[in-house]
T-cell receptor, first 112, second 114 residues
Framework: NAGVTQTPKFQVLKTGQSMTLQCAQD?????MSWYRQDPGMGLRLIHY???????DQGEVPNGYNVSRSTTEDFPLRLLSAAPSQTSVYFC???????????FGPGTRLTVL | AQSVTQLDSQVPVFEEAPVELRCNYS??????LFWYVQYPNQGLQLLLK??????LVKGINGFEAEFNKSQTSFHLRKPSVHISDTAEYFC????????????FGQGTILTVHP
């Protein structure tokens, strides 16, 4: 059981480039989330999914897209990277509403 | 809307001393409260949660927290800390209408000195 996996671990982009952060879980969890972590600001929810085909915006969705075609995968797309998107990104999954969230190891993204 | 305020950004303590990390929340509906811990260069893991029932919640690694509705607080305590407790701690709230989406506080860095 690998839990929640994220790739890549580190990424450097130039302003305007696009990329996809990958997230996968093998626990058959319905709920999945993407957060960004910035110093002194805690974790802020970007996008959220309650099941395959269903996504919702979180607190800071601008500049990011998501889709959920399978239960296992929840990729996060940066459409046109900006320096303000330099952050550490965490994916999380949970089995039920209000259940424990299981976090991946994170992706550290730098946008130059 | 819901929000969380962690009152201390950094808490230094000596090993074997007690510690309290403070968390206040606001929500217009019933709340569900969580404490997560993040060790350096890792993701977060759940310490404990309050959903209903007893207001004193016990978690892993000897931590406990008390839900106080009148003070809108959910402070985290440990009677005797270890060096290995050095980490960042996050309080989080999920409100009744948020469908389980968590709002996190800013984090408190606990540093345990020998």
């Amino acid at each position: 059981n690998a839990g929640v996996t994220q790739t890549p671990k580190f990424q450097v982009l130039k302003t305007g480039q696009s990329m996809t952060l990958q997230c996968a879980q093998d626990m058959n969890h319905e709920y999945m989330s993407w957060y960004r972590q910035d110093p002194g600001m805690g974790l802020r929810l970007i996008h959220y999914s309650v099941g395959a085909g269903i996504t919702d915006q979180g607190e800071v969705p601008n500049g990011y897209n998501v889709s959920r075609s399978t239960t296992e995968d929840f990729p996060l797309r940066l459409l046109s990277a900006a320096p303000s998107q330099t952050s550490v990104y965490f994916c999380a999954s949970q089995a039920l509403i209000l259940d424990t969230q299981y976090f991946g190891p994170g992706t550290r993204l730098t946008v130059l | 809307a819901q929000s969380v305020t962690q009152l201390d950004s950094q808490v230094p303590v000596f090993e074997e001393a007690p510690v309290e990390l403070r968390c206040n929340y606001s929500s217009s509906v019933s709340v569900y409260l969580f404490w997560y811990v993040q060790y350096p260069n890792q993701g977060l893991q759940l310490l404990l949660k309050y959903l209903s029932g007893s207001t004193l919640v016990k978690g892993i690694n000897g931590f406990e927290a008390e839900f106080n509705k009148s003070q809108t607080s959910f402070h985290l305590r440990k009677p005797s800390v270890h060096i290995s407790d050095t980490a960042e701690y996050f309080c989080a709230v999920a409100g009744g209408t948020s469908y389980g989406k968590l709002t996190f506080g800013q984090g408190t860095i606990l540093t345990v000195h020998p």
